[in-house]
Structure formats: C-alpha cells, structure tokens
C-alpha cells in the first residue's frame, strides 16, 4: 500500500496570502467625489433661482421696505401683482403680445415646414446653393435691413404704428426653423416615404400624414424657440409700433411702466414677473419635448 506524503511531512511551506488591499481609500474617494459634485451642482442651481427669490420677495414688499437693505418682506403685499394688473394699458401689451407670439410661432411653423422637408427629401440642382442661401441668411443681422423694411412697410404699406410689419414676414419662413428641421428630417429614413408614394401618397399626404406626427418633437422645439423670440421681442416693436401705444407689446411696455414707476421697486418686480412668468410655465410644461427635440435635430449633418 503507497504511503501519502503530505505537504507538511514533504517539509514544503505553502505561499503566503498577499494581503488584500483595503477598500477605505476607494470608498473615501468616491465620497469625495460625490460631494464635489454636488456641491457644484447646488452652487449652478442658486446662481440661477436665487435672482428669481430676490425677485419674488421684492415684488410682495411695500413701497418704504423695497428702497431698505431687508431682503425678506415684513408684510406680504400681494396687492402690488393687482395694481399692476390695473395699470392702464398693461391688459393690451398682454393681448397684443399673445397675439404677436402666437401668430407669429404658428406661421413660422407652417411656413418653413414643406421648406425643411424640400431641402432634406427631394433631390433637386443647386439643392447644396438653396441650404447655403438659407444658412448665410441666418448670419445677416436684422439691424442691417431694419431701414429698407421700414421703409416698405411704413411708406408703401401704410402699417406702421401695428404688428403687422413683424408678423406678416414669418409667413414665408425662418431661416433657424428651417434648418433646425431640415437636420431632424434627415434621420428619418427615406424607405417610409418611398413606400408611401408606392401606394400612391402625395408628397402633401406624405408630409401630413407620415412626416408629421415623426417630427413633432422638433415641431415642438421650434415652435418653443420662435414663441420665446416673438414674447421677449423689444427691437421690433420699437421700431415699428413706438408711436402707437395701442400696440406696445409687454417687453416695450415694460420700459414705459419703468419710467412711470421708476421709484417703486416692488412694482417693477412684480410687473418684471408677471412678463415673464407666462415664459416660464410654458418651457416648465415642455421642457421635455423641448429637449428631446433640440437633441434630435443634430443627430445628423
């Protein structure tokens, strides 16, 4: 019978276990580095919201406290949003800049929709020289062109003094919207419309009845950036509807408010925030689309 030599009556001593490395370092750097992050990430968010705060809390003060160094108010004066409201012509910049960014946004869209769609999905000559007119247009300050049009529009016209010279041109299209479609329409594949003018679609069906509902958050982004153009606009109204109260828009009027109440604090705060609050709640209800639309439009070049 063979005898068994164990290890230790072989006189072999078996390698020593190497020491495992403690995890405490790796664990106190990711800590760190956790709150550094979020240090960083608390530091933006006050930067951005602590204007918004001093703001707010301004806009609820009384007139004597608004002029005072206290930064938090001893009576809430909710009132002040009231006399605002009452202010006389405060209501018509309201109307009038709904209708200036509504008209405006919904025109813009429609317009330069089947131009988005022609540049991305129909082969045609000079296509290339079309795309490059349309983004050099982008590069052309409107200052530049401000004289002639106001020319055309005042004196052959006969529409200064109204809305009208701003709205009527993003009938035929914007340059920005178009582009930023164009690039969302490329990352549609050309296989879902070739497949519809098969069965016998038209390219007016196709756009309507495929492209359209494809698209709708870059719809959405567009419409959100040309609505934010159209309510904040103040050269534009200035130029063309200055001499016609009845058609100021909040972000001119706004300045008139400014000079008639220019030692009232708290009622330039609150005026400031209702003009911006509309802007606010609707980016806050379509940040998502908003987003994801901006995102998408610059998949592909």
């Known amino acids: 019978m063979a005898q068994t030599v164990t290890v230790e009556a072989a006189g072999v001593v078996p390698p020593p276990v190497p020491a495992r490395t403690p995890a405490q370092p790796h664990r106190r750097k990711r800590v760190l580095s956790w709150i550094g992050v979020h240090t960083l990430a608390v530091t933006a968010v006050l930067f951005f919201i602590l204007p918004f705060v001093f703001l707010f809390l301004t806009s609820v003060m009384s007139d004597k406290q608004a002029l005072t160094s206290h930064l938090w108010p001893t009576s809430w004066e909710w009132g002040n949003y009231t006399e605002v409201m009452k202010t ?3 209501g018509t910049w309201w109307r009038n800049t709904l209708m200036y960014a509504g008209l405006g946004t919904l025109f813009t869209v429609v317009s ?3 131009v988005a769609y022609a540049l991305a999905k129909f082969r045609f000559r000079f296509r290339g020289v079309a ?14 062109i401000v004289i ?14 109204t809305l009208w010279p701003l709205i009527i041109p993003m009938a035929f299209g914007d340059a920005f919207t178009i582009f930023l479609l164009r690039q969302f329409l490329l990352t549609i594949p050309s296989e879902y419309l070739d497949a519809a003018r098969v069965d ?4 007016l069906r196709i756009l309507i009845s495929i492209v359209l509902p494809m698209i709708r958050p870059a719809i959405a982004a567009v419409a959100l950036f040309q ?7 103040y050269f534009g109204p200035q130029v063309y509807a200055s001499e016609n109260p009845g058609a100021w828009t909040l972000s001119y009027g706004l300045e008139s408010f400014k000079g008639a109440h220019q030692v009232n604090w708290n009622l330039m705060m609150a005026a400031t925030l209702l003009v911006m609050a509309p802007v606010i709640l609707v980016f806050f209800f379509a940040q998502k689309a908003f987003i994801e639309g901006v995102t998408l439009t610059g998949v592909k070049g």
């Open 88 to 90: 006389p012509g405060f």
């Open 112 to 114: 330069s929709l089947p």
């Open 131 to 144: 795309l490059m007119l349309v983004i050099s247009s982008m590069m052309l300050p409107p200052q530049v």
């Open 148 to 161: 002639p049009m106001y020319i055309f529009w005042a004196k052959q016209m006969h529409l200064s003094g």
């Open 200 to 203: 016998g679609c038209g390219e």
């Open 227 to 233: 609505f934010f153009y159209c309510w904040n606009d």
